[in-house]
C-alpha cells in the first residue's frame, strides 16, 4: 500500500472521483454541504468522536472561529446518520462515561468529504483566478 493510499484519497484520485458521472450522482444531491454537516465530517475523520468531542474538534479545527451549539450539533448528526454518511461507533473509553455515543466517518462519509474538499478547492482555484491583481492602466 502506498503512502497516498494510507492518508486518504490524493489530489487525482478525488478529481476522478467527482467526476465520475455514476458516482456524481450519487454524491451530488448531498453537495455543496452545509457549514455545519462539512465542520462535522472534517472533525470525524481523524477519529471516531462523541458529540462532545465533535464540539472541541471543530473549534479547534477552525481556531475557534466556527463554534457549533449542542443543537446544531445533534439535528445535524441525526441527519448524517439517517444518509449514511455517519454511523455509531462502538468504541467507548472505559475512563469516560458509557452513556456517550461516538460517531464516525462511514465510507460513503469518507467519499462525500473528499468530493466536497475537491468541490471547494475549485471554488478557491476560481477566487484566486478572478481576485488576481489587475494591471494598472496608464
Given amino acids: 500500500m502506498g503512502s497516498s493510499e494510507k492518508k486518504g484519497l490524493d489530489f487525482d484520485t478525488r478529481i476522478t472521483l467527482y467526476r465520475n458521472p455514476s458516482m456524481n450522482e450519487e454524491i451530488k ?49 441525526e441527519k448524517l446518520l439517517e444518509q449514511g454518511i455517519v454511523e455509531e461507533s462502538r468504541q467507548k473509553s472505559l475512563a469516560e462515561d458509557s452513556r456517550r455515543r461516538y460517531y464516525k466517518l462511514t465510507r460513503f462519509g469518507h467519499r462525500l468529504l473528499a468530493a466536497e474538499i475537491t468541490r471547494l478547492e475549485g471554488v478557491v482555484r476560481q477566487a484566486r483566478t478572478h481576485l488576481r491583481p489587475r494591471p494598472e492602466r496608464a
Fill in 29 to 77: 444531491q448531498f453537495l455543496p454541504l452545509s457549514p455545519a454537516a462539512l465542520h462535522i465530517l472534517l472533525a470525524l475523520a481523524g477519529e471516531d468522536l462523541h458529540g462532545y468531542g465533535i464540539m472541541l474538534e471543530v473549534a479547534r479545527q477552525s481556531a475557534g472561529q466556527y463554534k457549533l451549539g449542542p443543537g446544531t450539533l445533534y439535528d445535524n448528526l
